[in-house]
């Protein structure tokens, strides 16, 4: 089998595949897992680049999002079948009720655990979740950490109902699923980002308005306008370092402050001010747990919620995906297939973007089918049936 491991360099250049053994046969509680697809996250960069806590032993496995198929099953294990398709959970040691510091203890893909970019996989049964059956293995794959962190935000400042007002910045995953998240729900949500045409295309998607913060430093003041001074009942902030101040300022009185990225650096100075005198809460979002998940793919499939998946990346130039994500180009998911034939044309650029989408970031029924991959490996890869993404040219 192949995997991905992260070098002594960590450096992008030097990420590629090389050959492992098989993980063998799975103990008590195990199951082996067949990987289909990964979706990549900020943290996925932090952690292949070495950077500051997230720094991993050299030959760690990144990833932490994957989907793919049960083909083993340990003594005990009750919760799958042989043939069942699952998705990874991040922190597979917590199961439900509050965070601890030992429900904490393994998340994949980072210094402590491997993870998930690797052709086979041994995982925890307890671990694991069924994925959604309408949606395709890169859309599953999206859902433990960016959808859940977007769903935990806006489930924990209860703002999952009709009438709320949700500020959201940036248009990476955690923030498009939050769009989505919010307007299934009724919600009217306020984007933030630098790009004109990002914000142009969240807005064809079903946001009630867009800020660019480039344009103002003092951003917080045209979401007052835009909320008649109220400001919003909860701002998902990204930024981190570089927007935290301002998402204070931009939430209304009682309102709260999910704090889930940190694109903009680690350490802030906050106006202490702004949070006592209005009665503010910040909360710290860490992903959600497997309840959580199960919860909210229960949502989606009544809501028929699609993921936005923006390019799709053959394992074999997982390097090419980081850079991509590195760039912040992107407008929704970077995933990876293990799939070879759904991303990896002769000639041409191996990523490919996902067919176009309707508001609510919905798509069209022969986009929705689950890809598979049919029969054993061939070559690099696993042959793919339909639908195929178009290709970026």
Known sequence: MRQLEVPASCSLDDLIPVERPDP??????QVVVRMRAVSLNFRDLLVATGYDRWR??????????GVGDVIKLGKGVTRFKAGDRVMTTILPNWISGPLTPEKRIGGLGGPAADGVLAELLMMDAEGL???????????????????????HAITRADVLRPGATILVGGTGGVSLFALQIGLAAGARVLMTSSSA???ARVKELGAFAGVNYRDRADWADEVLALTDGRGVDLAIDIGGA???????????MGGAVGIVGL???????????????????LDGIETGSREMLEAMIAWFEQKGIVPIVDRIFPFEDSGAALKYLQEGKHMGKVCITFCWTNAM??????????????????????????????????GTGWLLSQPTPRVVR
């Open 129 to 151: 979740v069924l994925a959604p059956a309408h949606l395709g293995d890169e859309q599953a794959a999206t859902l433990p950490t960016a959808a859940l962190t977007a769903w």
């Open 345 to 378: 044309p002769k000639g041409k650029h191996s990523a490919f973007r996902t067919t176009s989408l309707s508001p609510h970031g919905r798509l069209g029924s022969s986009a929705t089918a689950r890809s598979r991959c049919i029969g054993e490996p061939r």
């Open 263 to 281: 694109v903009g650096g680690l350490m802030a100075t906050i106006n202490l001010a702004e949070i006592f005198q209005r009665n503010l809460r």
């Open 56 to 65: 991993p032993p050299t030959g760690r496995i990144p990833g932490s999002d």
């Open 197 to 199: 045409e990002k914000l």
């Open 242 to 252: 570089s927007s935290l101040n301002e998402s204070v300022r931009a939430t209304a």
């Open 24 to 29: 063998g046969e799975p103990g008590a509680g």
